[in-house]
């Protein structure tokens, strides 16, 4: 990920979390772009950002901060490719343990993780803000 995608990255992260606001999000994500830039990873179509993903690290504990897809650009193994990278890029850092946060709303996401060896270890209520609760996975590298 470069900075220059940070404008349609903010976009795509109102697919994963919809009660985001993109100009806040826009922040965040650049923050964690500078603070983990080998974390951060996007798809391109063309020469059109389709989706991307990013991680942050606090010691052995690491965290899936985003993953998003267009919808246009769904069910087409773009995600696959955005968690073998993201999750190659954590062992990279010696990561043990690997956690996710999902939206309620979009708990379609949670087959996509179990694939990859993520288990439901959780909820935290109002994670994302007032009424928008969080579905905690785990994934031990």
Sequence with gaps: MREDDLEIVSELAMLANPHAKKETYRKHVADELKENPDLAFVAVAGEKVVGYVQGDTRGLMTTVEDLAVAKNYQEKGIGNQLIKSELEALRARDAKIV???????????????YKYGFRICGCLQDYFGIGHDAIMLKLVL
Aim: net charge negative; glycine share 0%.
């Design 99 to 113: 956690m996710a946060e999902v939206h309620y709303q979009n708990a379609q996401a949670i087959p996509f993780y």
